[in-house]
T-cell receptor, first 113, second 110 residues
Framework: EAGVTQSPTHLIKTRGQQATLRCSPI?????VYWYQQALGLGLQFLLW???????NRGNFPPRFSGRQFPNYSSELNVNALELEDSALYLC????????????FGPGTRLTVT | SQQGEEDPQALSIQEGENATMNCSYK?????LQWYRQNSGRGLVHLIL?????REKHSGRLRVTLDTSKKSSSLLITASRAADTASYFC??????????FGAGTTVTVRA
């Protein structure tokens, strides 16, 4: 069974630009979560998508947005990039109705210069 | 804000020794999970303990949960170099999102 995949692995952008990160969940998983992990810190919840709908979002400004496609893959967009957006962005998927064990992808390392 | 707080922040042990780390949280939970992260990569799920359970084992891992104290502990027995990683606790409330602590960094010396 293929795991959660994320692309790209690394992304370098300059301040003010836009970044698009992609995530493909495990086959059969309908929920996708996005997290931000700044260097040396824990994970901060960003967004939760389930069945194509945004179900919950964390305490992040509106320039962090995303969507979930009919095949349950997801995209995270970060507009007007700021230096402090530099972080590892992790995507996780899980099967709705289970005990909420999440399966994580390898992450996208975003660097804003 | 983060729900869980791990303690200690960092731990260095000799191969073969046991490693114990603790997690405290603030609000009521449905379950608590522990994850491992190697070198800034994705997290790997280790073990889940439900709010009505007090102890759970998985291989060399032992997790306890004390809901009256809002705390959990993770014990790794007979540690190996491959156990070097950061360990996070995550709590699951009623809002269908996990809240992670800042993690404990464990270094196992050969």
């Amino acid at each position: 069974e293929a795991g959660v995949t994320q692309s790209p692995t690394h992304l370098i952008k300059t301040r003010g630009q836009q970044a698009t990160l992609r995530c493909s969940p495990i086959s059969g998983h309908t929920s996708v979560y996005w997290y931000q992990q700044a260097l040396g810190l824990g994970l901060q919840f960003l967004l939760w998508y389930d069945e194509g709908e945004e179900r919950n979002r964390g305490n992040f400004p509106p320039r962090f947005s995303g969507r979930q496609f009919p095949n349950y893959s997801s995209e995270l967009n970060v507009n007007a990039l700021e230096l402090e957006d530099s972080a590892l962005y992790l995507c996780a998927s899980y099967i709705t109705g289970q005990y909420h064990e999440q399966y994580f992808g390898p992450g996208t390392r975003l660097t804003v210069t | 804000s983060q729900q869980g707080e791990e303690d200690p922040q960092a731990l260095s042990i000799q191969e073969g020794e046991n490693a114990t780390m603790n997690c405290s949280y603030k609000t009521s939970i449905n379950n608590l999970q522990w994850y491992r992260q190697n070198s800034g990569r994705g997290l790997v799920h280790l073990i889940l303990i439900r709010s009505n359970e007090r102890e759970k084992h998985s291989g060399r891992l032992r997790v306890t949960l004390d809901t009256s104290k809002k705390s959990s502990s993770l014990l790794i027995t007979a540690s190996r170099a491959a156990d070097t990683a950061s360990y996070f606790c995550a709590t699951d409330g009623n809002d269908y999102k996990l809240s992670f602590g800042a993690g404990t960094t464990v270094t196992v010396r050969a």
